[in-house]
């Protein structure tokens, strides 16, 4: 059973993670202070007498080392330095709390990469308008004609990327209803095996309970014969007595 210390962990963790997941402005510390919080109590939680298995703590501390990366990786100025920084950036592996069927920290990563790519394609246009300024004519008309073939690819990638997420996210599904139903099955399949023992057992119970009662019945049969024979003899015997024989 998890500690207090270990509950109050999970809450924040998970609170940090929602803040991470929103759009923030410069303003925000919350994340900042609440990151802060999570490494004093992920030290006390190593420490404390009941602490969780060596597997649970690494993912701990995988997942506020991913939010501190992330927050030094919001202090960069550079687009392309963001996006670099987030590459580097290792996300937790297992959901945080019962309902996430994604790791919340893997959601984030996706976010943010996703924001840098923006705003790394926003600079580039930004600094390509200002470079078209002082071209020619043509040269401008060849750069439209050359933006319009690299966004209808930028377009197609886009959409590409969201079939990929859709099908990564029909395929988990899958998964966990298959896992569903082979759980039910084990479960029924562990059900109908205690049901064999226990008919198994009643029966063994009834077989020696049979055998004792023929036991018995070979018994009695056994002295009626010797008490039927017994009789008979006795009675030729009398009747022998009885009835001389003839001279």
């Given at each position: ?38 490494e004093e109590m992920l030290v006390a939680l190593r420490k ?181 024979v017994s009789f008979t003899f006795i009675s030729m015997i ?10």
């Amino acid at each position: 059973m998890a500690s207090r210390l270990e509950i109050n962990f999970v809450r924040l963790l998970s609170r940090c993670e929602a803040i991470a997941s929103e759009k923030r402005g410069e303003a925000e510390w919350r994340l900042e202070k609440y990151v802060g919080a999570l490494e004093e109590m992920l030290v006390a939680l190593r420490k404390s007498p009941s602490k969780p298995t060596p597997e649970v703590l690494t993912e701990y501390t995988r997942k506020v080392d991913f939010l501190k990366g992330l927050l030094e990786a919001e202090k960069l100025t550079s687009p392309s330095d963001k996006a670099l920084a987030n590459q580097f950036l290792a996300p937790g592996r297992t959901p945080t709390i019962a309902n996430e069927r994604m790791p919340a920290t893997k959601t984030v990563h996706m976010q943010t990469k996703a924001r840098c790519t923006g705003e790394m394609r926003d600079e580039l246009l930004e600094t390509d308008l200002r470079n078209r300024r002082g071209l020619p004519l043509d040269e401008r008309q060849s750069a439209a004609e050359l933006d319009a073939i690299l966004q209808h690819h930028h377009n197609l990638q886009e959409k590409l990327a969201e079939d990929m997420l859709n099908l990564a996210r029909n395929l988990k599904n899958n998964t966990l209803a298959a896992q569903n139903i082979i759980k039910q099955d084990n479960q029924t399949l562990s059900q109908s095996m205690r049901q064999a023992d226990l008919n198994f057992e009643k029966l063994k119970t009834e077989s020696e309970r049979l055998e004792q009662h023929t036991k018995k019945s070979v018994n009695w049969l056994l002295w009626l014969m010797l008490i039927l024979v017994s009789f008979t003899f006795i009675s030729m015997i009398l009747f022998i007595r009885i009835f001389p024989r003839l001279r």
